[in-house]
Every structure is written in structure tokens, then in C-alpha cells.
């Protein structure tokens, strides 16, 4: 499988890979583990309300892949 890297803006995964394993780094546009709080590249640190609602997303949106 392929994974495509897309960018995850205000809690929105951009595709279904997305939550399998990386996002895009906004400053840097590196590819970091999808569960990150700050970049490993370079240091952006996401900001906390934009950081749990991305969260919130992937659990939501693992739950739903689950059940199909």
C-alpha cells in the first residue's frame, strides 16, 4: 500500500492515510508521526485547542473505519 501524505488542518485529516501513520507539519511541511505535538524537525510546537481537536478527529475517525 501507498501511503499519501496530506495535510491535517484544524482537526481534518485530508485522507483516509492520514491516519495511518504521518501528517504534514505545517511550517516545515516534513512528515512527523500523526499523533506528534511538536515537530521533530523544526520544533513547531502545534497550538493546544489546534492539537485536541486534531485528536479528536483521528479517534473519531478510527472509530468509523472500524466499523466498515
Request: charged share 30%.
Amino acid at each position: 500500500m501507498t501511503m499519501t501524505i496530506g495535510r491535517i488542518v484544524d482537526g481534518v485529516a485530508t485522507t483516509e492515510d492520514d491516519l495511518i501513520g504521518c501528517k504534514e507539519c505545517p511550517k516545515c511541511a516534513e512528515a512527523i508521526i500523526r499523533r506528534a505535538r511538536f515537530c521533530p524537525h523544526c520544533k513547531y510546537s502545534y497550538p493546544e485547542d489546534v492539537y485536541a481537536a486534531e485528536q479528536k478527529a483521528f479517534a473519531t475517525l478510527e472509530a468509523e473505519m472500524k466499523r466498515q
